[in-house]
């Protein structure tokens, strides 16, 4: 199987934006899932640079449309390797061999009747670059740009779109997949419900220059939309490339909703009147809004991708993009919702899995991976959904569903990390004779971070050479990883080097988007290498001191998660009176699975309120350098309430 996967391609009156970025990292990911599953791609962006807005935009910066169109479209071609995006082409609507493409099929069209001379009247959008009718306008403008349609009569040439609209309603009917999601279609076969227009394909030179002359008549320059979607067979080498023939068949485009109606109506009735069959399927995203509100030069909140990589790093950008927005509805930015992903799913789930399991196994097995002994219910519980992961996570990627995809990942990865909590691998590395429950444990874990990597590949390409590098998969053997052979559980070969890496993502300091920096008091009290100051007993504190802390066995009884916040759970705690108590473990332990446990707390601490809850307590515990955590306890049960010094 092969694809043939597009973007838009840009208009260069703007330098590319958050909007951009989506469908482009969208289009990437794609194209990796699918070589992923070992088939051939071909992806393609491009810049559009014909038409009123670039001739404007040029007018106002005093240059030449050309050397304007060069310069932007410069900045949308440099753009995507930072985030790791690849495409195979990057298209220019002023690239002479598309120009030359747009002219014959112009002819061919006009040729066999389908494009005629009439006149025209109409409501001009000069932001949508085309003719809106009155039913599309909201209290007489144009919803999109929200200014009013200039009325415009003049001769022009029309494409006989009309002709085709039974054959369309057909197609769309006959392929439920042709648009998606199903709302779109829905948009589509609703418009179509009433009959439609001629397509008007001109602009007089007169009123615009900046375009493709029509081979039939000087006077006119093509519509920047007759010219743009052809650079979907342009950019393949159409009519007679080899790329043509290999890839028209099994072509697919992203576009966001904005785009739905020359995607979804013009293009497959000019494709229908070359005598093409319609592209495959087409993919319909909404819109990124900044902090709920619409993105927009006016108000001043356009988010450029290339600031974000700088604070976030690429892979969290493409992670949150993916994550954060379900294909087909809008969806919203703030910096806040991208650090908390960073701090919470990254850095703790996946990051704290990655760096505690590698820990272990370099500890606890001398560095390479185990041989696993016999397995207990917990550990086929992983392996069975580990695989599942696979299976749900590409039918989600297959359907465009990139946030479902990754939440079945990051199930997994949350059932890996309570499965560390709970075998206690620390606990059988203690006792040699537990070291095959040890090393079944150790071997569970390398192969699931083995499958993790291996599916986030799309998705974060960088984070997973890290993965694979530190499990022992690098160079040709990474390169060749696939769904296919290598998607199933088992096949980690014992005996491999694990190599010991930095953490994966840093937790970020919820302001500043930095790493949090130790604190000016911390840093005097330490000597270079971290240790107490020498000669000095600044950080020591005198037994009195000690003493004033009363430390107490407290044995949870009940565990609740505190309304809106991910952090924290209120404890209810034996020690021996019973007690609140606030901890801000909700991220590594659900309620269940402390209830029971016995816990070492500080018992006489003054009172404080947490998101409402007064905490009458504190619970010890210890955070790694990965930001995995680990709750104190007892070798055995003591009775609660007893004193701990
Ligand atoms: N040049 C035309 C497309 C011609 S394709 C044959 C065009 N260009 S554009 O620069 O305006 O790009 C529109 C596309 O950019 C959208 O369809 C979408 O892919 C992306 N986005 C622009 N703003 C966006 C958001 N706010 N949110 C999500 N994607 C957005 O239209």
């Not at 160079?475 to 491999?496: S, Y």
Request: proline fraction near 6%; include cysteine.
């Amino acid at each position: 199987m092969s694809l043939y996967i597009t973007t838009p391609i840009y208009y260069v009156n703007a330098q590319p934006h958050l909007g951009h970025a989506y469908t482009t990292i969208v289009a990437d990911t794609y194209s990796r899932f699918r070589r992923l599953c070992k088939e051939d791609v071909r992806f393609q962006t491009g810049t559009d640079e014909h038409g009123d807005k670039i001739a404007e935009a040029a007018r106002a910066a005093g240059i030449a449309p050309q050397e304007y169109a060069d310069r932007i479209s410069l900045l949308f071609q440099e753009a995507w390797p930072p985030f790791n995006i690849k495409p195979d082409t990057f298209i220019r609507t002023t690239d002479e061999h598309h120009i030359r493409t747009v002219q014959d099929i112009l002819q061919k069209v006009y040729d066999q009747g389908d494009i005629y001379l009439g006149s025209y009247s109409g409501l001009y959008c000069r932001g949508c670059e085309r003719f809106l009718t009155e039913k599309e306008l909201v209290d007489g403008k144009c919803p999109d740009h929200q200014t009013a349609p200039q009325p415009i009569s003049e001769s022009n040439y029309f494409f006989r779109m009309s002709r085709y609209q039974d054959w369309l309603i057909d197609h769309i009917h006959k392929n439920p997949e042709f648009i998606t999601p199903e709302r779109y279609r829905n948009e589509v076969l609703s418009f179509l419900s009433e009959p439609l227009e001629d397509l008007c394909i001109s602009r007089p030179k007169s009123r615009l220059d900046w375009g493709i002359s029509l081979p039939f008549d000087a006077d006119f320059v093509t519509y920047v939309w007759f010219d743009a979607l052809i650079n979907y067979l342009s950019g393949i080498g159409y009519p007679d490339g080899e790329e043509f023939a290999q890839y028209w068949a099994v072509a697919e485009h992203i576009i966001a909703k904005d785009i739905l109606k020359p995607h979804a109506i013009y293009w497959p009735t000019m494709l229908k009147a070359l005598g093409l069959a319609p592209y495959q399927r087409l993919h319909v995203h909404g819109y990124w809004n900044i902090n709920e509100a619409k993105m927009s030069k006016s108000i001043g909140n356009v988010v450029r991708p290339e600031t974000l990589r700088q604070d976030f790093g690429v892979d969290t950008v493409r992670y949150f993009l993916l994550r954060e927005m379900s294909f087909g509805l809008d969806a919203s930015f703030s910096d806040e919702s991208i650090v908390a992903r960073q701090n919470s799913d990254l850095a703790n789930d996946l990051g704290n899995l990655f760096s505690r399991s590698l820990t272990m196994i370099n500890k606890f097995a001398g560095g390479t991976v185990p041989s696993p002994a016999d397995l207990e219910p917990q550990d086929k519980e992983l392996a069975g959904a580990a695989s599942h992961m696979v299976t749900a996570y590409t039918s989600h990627m297959q359907n465009f569903a990139f946030n479902r995809a990754l939440q079945e990942v990051w199930s997994v990865i949350s059932l890996a990390n309570r499965y560390i909590v709970t075998s206690e691998p620390w606990v059988l590395a203690k006792e040699p004779s537990k070291t095959p429950r040890l090393n079944t444990v150790l071997y569970h874990l390398a192969e699931t971070l083995r499958l993790i990597g291996l599916v986030l590949e799309p998705a974060m390409p960088e984070t997973c050479i890290k993965m694979a590098t530190a499990l022992g998969i690098s160079g040709d053997a990474h390169d060749k990883q696939n769904l296919v052979d290598h998607g199933c559980w088992g096949l980690t070969r014992p005996g491999v080097s694990i190599k010991l890496g930095a953490s994966l993502f840093p937790r970020l300091d919820k302001k500043s988007k930095q790493p949090p920096q130790p604190s000016p008091t911390k840093k005097k009290q330490e000597s270079p290498k971290g240790g107490i100051k020498e000669g000095s007993d600044a950080g020591l504190v005198s037994f009195d001191d000690f003493k004033r802390f009363d430390l107490r066995v407290a044995e949870i009884k009940a565990a609740e998660k505190i309304n809106k916040s991910d952090r924290l759970l209120k404890l209810t705690v034996m020690a021996p009176d019973t007690r609140t108590v606030v901890a801000g473990i909700a991220e590594f332990y659900t309620p269940e699975e402390l209830v029971g446990r016995q816990v070492i707390m500080v018992a006489n601490l003054k009172p404080t309120k947490l998101m409402g809850v007064t905490s009458h307590g504190m619970i010890l515990a210890s955070k790694d350098e990965g930001g995995g955590l680990a709750l104190s306890a007892l070798t055995h049960g003591v009775p609660p309430g007893s004193k701990v010094s």
